[in-house]
């Protein structure tokens, strides 16, 4: 069954859960061996997940921002590095179809081979030189023109999904200009290679390895739009982020209640989970997935309801969630150690990668810090207004 012919949010979400309980099974062997989890992106791509943001014009779905976030949650609680990573493609092709920033003949081109060829595609823009590209850094790849074409040589750091990427869409300096441009980029490039970088001790099976260009060429109509460093456009597909570590933080707590469920020391009658303490700390890990949902759900909504010039004023709103999302979720898969105790460090223990997992979020966009001083400075706006 294909989710794109169901007829309801509830019928699709429901397809998803069952379709991705494997996922959980495989994340253990994929960590410990740092590989990247092709069956479950091949499970996805079986009941047409990676099209449901494709626009309707071309033949997908065009799914809301808060079904897409909903979904998102569920694939992370089985397995958040596969989340993470067709998330990404997922997100992009939504926030293309909204903003139609590429040339309409090439999108559709694209979209058509999402479809028909189950596409795949992920932003290449992190550099080693520059850190994160939010921050305003000027991309050391370069692109330079040669005749009818282009050619383009650098290195992508954290290129999610790179082992099964069919496209990739990379920004570099323009040779000879002040512009920065985001060339469309097949994984059949001559002068494209994946180096098999990846050794972080989070996320271990997003694949996201560096990206290698050397003297890559393309044509000249893929160069697909010009950027501004650190003048991101207000993007409400980035909250695919936070709901993945919502997804994680809510497996942990499974995790713990089922321990405690079913743990039963001599010391006492009956199971841990009856004791007020253990109470507590699930009482309060409810709290923050409650808050997190509420949080996320509702700006979520906010976004689908809102016209684009409402949308460009969410930045704050958008970026709070992230910060709040996952800070949360660090909490309580804290708290799900401490009910399960000693056990949760085993390295069978979902637990233990739950916790390495759920700290990558600090790690991605946006950053923390630049949010804290967006939403200071929006409120110090309002009271001058």
């Not at 960590?31 to 091949?42: A, R």
């Not at 080693?128 to 992508?156: H, M």
């Not at 002068?191 to 260009?213: C, F």
Request: charged share 25%.
């Amino acid at each position: 069954m294909k989710l794109f012919k169901l007829k309801t949010k509830t019928e699709r979400l429901n397809l998803l859960k069952e379709k991705v309980k494997p996922f959980a099974d495989r994340a253990w062997e994929h960590d410990k061996e740092v590989t990247f989890p092709v069956e479950n992106i091949q499970d996805l791509k079986a009941i047409g997940y990676h099209t449901l943001t494709v626009p309707a014009q071309f033949g997908g779905l065009d799914i809301s921002l808060l079904e897409f976030v909903q979904l998102q949650e569920e694939i992370a609680k089985a397995d958040g590095s596969t989340a993470l990573s067709i998330g990404w493609h997922m997100g992009i092709v939504k926030h293309l179809g909204e903003k139609r920033t590429w040339d309409a003949k090439m999108f559709q081109t694209f979209c058509e081979d999402v479809l028909q060829n189950e596409a795949l595609l992920n932003n290449a823009a992190s550099e080693s030189g520059t850190g994160s590209p939010t921050r305003g850094g000027r991309p050391e790849t370069k692109a330079r023109k040669e005749n009818d074409k282009w050619v383009i040589s650098g290195t992508k750091t954290f290129t999610t999904m790179s082992p099964v990427l069919d496209y990739f869409v990379v920004s570099a300096s323009i040779q000879g200009t002040e512009e920065i441009g985001n060339f469309l980029l097949p994984k059949g490039t001559r002068g494209l290679s994946i180096n098999e970088t990846w050794d972080s001790v989070a996320m271990r099976g997003t694949g996201s390895h560096d990206l290698v260009l050397e003297e890559a060429e393309a044509p000249l109509e893929n160069l697909v739009e010009y950027v501004v460093p650190g003048k991101k456009q207000v993007a409400g597909w980035l909250l695919h982020i936070p709901a993945c570590y919502l997804g994680i933080a809510r497996a942990a707590q499974e995790e713990a209640i089922t321990f405690a469920s079913s743990y039963s020391p001599n010391s006492i009658e009956g199971t841990i989970v009856d004791l007020p303490y253990v109470k507590q700390k699930i009482g309060e890990m409810e709290l923050y997935i409650q808050q997190s949902q509420h949080f996320l759900y509702s700006v979520a909504t906010k976004w689908d309801e809102s016209d684009d010039e409402t949308r460009q004023t969410m930045g704050g709103e958008l970026g709070a969630v992230k910060l709040s999302v996952v800070n949360h979720a660090i909490k309580v898969v804290d708290l799900a150690m401490r009910v399960t105790g000693a056990r949760s460090l085993s390295e069978k223990n979902p637990l233990q990668r739950y916790y390495r997992d759920v700290r990558a979020g600090l790690h991605n966009p946006p950053m923390d810090d630049a949010t804290i001083v967006l939403l200071a400075n929006n409120a110090i706006g309002k009271l001058k207004q």
